[in-house]
């Protein structure tokens, strides 16, 4: 399956697998975060140079659709990055034009970066609820009256790489302070990489990140491939009794703050050996751990997949830097806590005076997959859900609801799971 609307998919999938065994290769697409940031690059480059590797996500084909589109109103749907990446563009580029979303979208705040460009002297203003999509931009040059901005170090680390982009095109650049701890710090290390292949150069001193006015440069670009995308392989390796699997477009040095999946899985069984553009996913035969920590704060994205993984396993999970999950395409705390239970592992918040690593947004993954009948799981618009909990279908058949979620970030995962061994059958 590889339909690019969500609606032609059934609205229920129900997976099969004969055995616990896997072996195979899977040939990833670009990644989304890559891809998007190479998009917005480009454009404020204002000069057209090759991007080989581009991801085929929705995301990714509406942030390339928006970007050429001479419209009033811009429809960002679902697409979170693509909304923040936009809205900073959108404040600088001096369009006059509507930047709206999804009724999902329109519930996700956008206040921090709105109040931020506002600062600098864009004006924006919304549409409907305050600190809420839509966003009106009033169009026209405006003058930047500060190049000093404040934010705390907590905000969504798109917010902070909306801003650094634009930075360089800014007449007087842009002084960034941070206050606090830096939530996906990756995330930002990425984009000011990226920026530096494009020849905009940055300091960060303490926690401060400056830009000075200059220009990007044009250079042809290679996305590398996805490694939120091959965080599903993983727990799949995880849930087997044998694993040899390989997935092709992914390398050691990464840009990507997700590549860590391929050191913290080694505690859940899984052995990584990196090859010429690929690597091999292989299941360790020694026992497996009674109990499995880590702090997601630089790598939000890949919880949900370990806390189904852990579930699965019967490993108690000890979860941290979670802070982000209340916000992204759903509420994905609430939504694991409610599909988790279906299968009887529990998912709580953990005392505050526990032994785990930080003692904010604390949370325990405890008891194994227990499966009475075929297990139905929500979905909740949100492609993660879908992709974290499919491998659950190692242990035992699944039914995903609304499975055309996955076109938001990988269109093709189920057809690649078919490629594997997995049965998917409509319901």
């Given at each position: 399956?590889?339909?690019?609307?969500r609606?032609?998919?059934?609205?229920?999938?129900?997976?099969?697998?004969?055995?616990?065994?896997?072996?195979?290769?899977?040939?990833?697409?670009?990644?989304?975060?890559?891809?998007?940031?190479?998009?917005?690059?480009?454009?404020?480059?204002?000069?057209?140079?090759?991007?080989?590797?581009?991801?085929?996500?929705?995301?990714?084909?509406?942030?390339?659709?928006?970007?050429?589109?001479?419209?009033?109103?811009?429809?960002?749907g679902?697409?979170?990055?693509?909304?923040?990446?936009?809205?900073?563009?959108?404040?600088?580029?001096?369009?006059?034009?509507?930047?709206?979303?999804?009724?999902?979208?329109?519930?996700?705040?956008?206040?921090?970066?709105?109040?931020a460009?506002?600062?600098?002297?864009?004006?924006?203003?919304?549409?409907?609820?305050?600190?809420?999509?839509?966003?009106?931009?009033?169009?026209?040059?405006?003058?930047?009256?500060?190049?000093?901005?404040?934010?705390?170090?907590?905000?969504?680390?798109?917010?902070?790489s909306?801003?650094?982009?634009?930075?360089?095109?800014?007449?007087?650049?842009?002084?960034?302070?941070?206050?606090?701890?830096?939530v996906?710090?990756?995330?930002?290390?990425?984009?000011?990489?990226?920026?530096?292949?494009?020849?905009?150069?940055?300091?960060?001193?303490?926690q401060?990140?400056?830009?000075?006015?200059?220009?990007?440069?044009?250079?042809?670009f290679?996305?590398?491939?996805?490694?939120?995308?091959?965080?599903?392989?993983?727990?799949?390796?995880?849930?087997?009794?044998?694993?040899?699997?390989?997935?092709?477009?992914?390398?050691?040095?990464?840009?990507?703050?997700?590549?860590?999946?391929?050191?913290?899985m080694?505690?859940?069984?899984?052995?990584?050996?990196?090859?010429?553009?690929?690597?091999r996913?292989?299941?360790?035969?020694?026992?497996?751990?009674?109990?499995?920590?880590?702090?997601?704060?630089?790598?939000?994205?890949?919880?949900?997949?370990?806390m189904?993984?852990c579930?699965?396993?019967g490993?108690?999970?000890?979860?941290?830097?979670?802070?982000?999950?209340?916000?992204?395409?759903?509420?994905?705390?609430?939504?694991?806590?409610?599909?988790l239970?279906?299968?009887?592992?529990?998912?709580?918040?953990?005392?505050?005076?526990?032994?785990?690593?930080?003692?904010?947004?604390?949370?325990?993954?405890?008891?194994?997959?227990?499966?009475?009948?075929?297990?139905?799981?929500?979905?909740?618009?949100?492609?993660?859900?879908?992709?974290?909990?499919?491998?659950?279908?190692?242990?035992?058949?699944?039914?995903?609801?609304?499975?055309?979620?996955?076109?938001?970030?990988?269109?093709?995962?189920?057809s690649?799971?078919?490629?594997?061994?997995?049965?998917?059958?409509?319901?």
């Amino acid at each position: 399956m590889t339909a690019l609307n969500r609606f032609d998919y059934p609205s229920k999938l129900e997976l099969h697998r004969k055995d616990r065994r896997i072996s195979g290769t899977v040939t990833l697409d670009g990644s989304k975060s890559i891809s998007n940031r190479a998009l917005i690059l480009r454009a404020l480059s204002g000069k057209d140079f090759p991007i080989t590797g581009l991801g085929t996500s929705k995301d990714v084909s509406t942030m390339q659709a928006l970007l050429a589109s001479q419209e009033e109103v811009l429809n960002a749907g679902a697409a979170g990055t693509t909304f923040r990446f936009l809205t900073a563009f959108l404040a600088w580029s001096g369009k006059p034009c509507t930047l709206t979303g999804s009724e999902r979208m329109k519930q996700r705040p956008i206040g921090p970066l709105v109040a931020a460009l506002r600062t600098l002297g864009a004006r924006i203003e919304y549409l409907e609820n305050e600190g809420y999509p839509p966003l009106r931009f009033s169009g026209g040059q405006w003058e930047q009256v500060t190049r000093t901005l404040t934010l705390p170090a907590s905000v969504s680390s798109q917010y902070l790489s909306a801003l650094l982009m634009i930075a360089p095109r800014l007449p007087m650049g842009l002084e960034l302070n941070l206050e606090g701890e830096l939530v996906s710090r990756p995330y930002l290390e990425m984009t000011l990489r990226m920026m530096g292949f494009f020849g905009v150069n940055h300091t960060w001193q303490g926690q401060t990140i400056t830009v000075e006015p200059q220009a990007y440069e044009a250079r042809p670009f290679q996305v590398e491939a996805d490694w939120s995308a091959a965080s599903y392989y993983y727990s799949i390796a995880a849930l087997s009794e044998h694993c040899n699997l390989k997935l092709f477009g992914l390398h050691r040095e990464s840009l990507q703050g997700d590549a860590a999946i391929a050191q913290f899985m080694v505690k859940l069984g899984v052995h990584t050996e990196f090859g010429e553009n690929h690597i091999r996913l292989i299941k360790n035969s020694g026992p497996q751990p009674s109990e499995f920590e880590y702090d997601f704060i630089n790598c939000p994205d890949l919880a949900q997949t370990v806390m189904a993984c852990c579930g699965g396993l019967g490993v108690t999970g000890k979860f941290t830097g979670l802070q982000t999950l209340f916000i992204k395409e759903t509420d994905r705390i609430a939504a694991m806590q409610t599909e988790l239970k279906k299968i009887a592992v529990r998912f709580n918040e953990a005392p505050r005076d526990s032994t785990l690593l930080a003692q904010e947004a604390n949370f325990i993954v405890e008891g194994r997959a227990r499966f009475w009948t075929t297990p139905e799981f929500a979905t909740y618009e949100d492609h993660r859900m879908a992709m974290a909990m499919a491998p659950l279908a190692m242990l035992h058949n699944i039914v995903i609801k609304d499975p055309g979620v996955v076109i938001k970030s990988y269109p093709a995962f189920w057809s690649d799971l078919e490629s594997l061994g997995f049965e998917t059958l409509p319901v």
